[in-house]
């Protein structure tokens, strides 16, 4: 058995061919105007915390990145449910459901600088001239040199 990989297609034409993918992308346009109808009402800080995952049942389910997030937005549950409500394709929701799912992408961990005075610098290298352990001796120098001069 060998294997053949499909031919690349025009994203039209696999479009046209494909009826289940046409729902798909039909499905993820409808979510995301619904999404940006859920922006409308949130407080600006809470908008990039707070994401559409789902609405079937008259359940409306809010994904939050973090439990902080997850409890404002439960205390502010019954007026933005009132105020989604007033919109036709909210108008069925009858629960706000949130699920607490944390940010995929890993915080940037912060730079280490080390910023010492000139003093501090003179002080560390006159301690290094005094230490018989060579090892020892040449990381404080490695050290006295990130002083500012």
């Not at 046409?22 to 409308?40: G, I, K, Y």
């Not at 789902?54 to 997850?70: F, M």
Request: glycine share 2%; with cysteine.
């Amino acid at each position: 058995m060998s294997y053949r990989p499909i031919k690349a297609q025009n994203t039209s034409n696999l479009l046209k061919n494909h009826t289940s993918l046409q729902r798909l992308v039909e499905r993820a346009a409808a979510m995301d105007q619904l999404q940006q109808l859920l922006h409308q009402f949130l407080q600006p800080a809470a908008r990039a915390h707070c994401h559409l995952a789902s609405y079937q049942d008259a359940t409306l389910t809010l994904i939050v990145t973090d439990g902080q997030w997850a409890t404002r937005l439960r205390y502010q549950q019954k007026r933005l449910l009132e105020q989604l409500r007033s919109l036709t394709e909210f108008s069925q929701a009858a629960r706000i459901q949130f699920k607490v799912r944390p940010s995929s992408m890993p915080a940037q961990p912060a730079k280490r600088s080390i910023e010492l005075s000139e003093q501090a610098g003179d002080v560390i290298q006159s301690s290094a001239a005094a230490i018989s352990d060579p090892k020892l001796r040449e990381a404080l120098e490695r050290l006295a040199q990130h002083a500012k001069k």
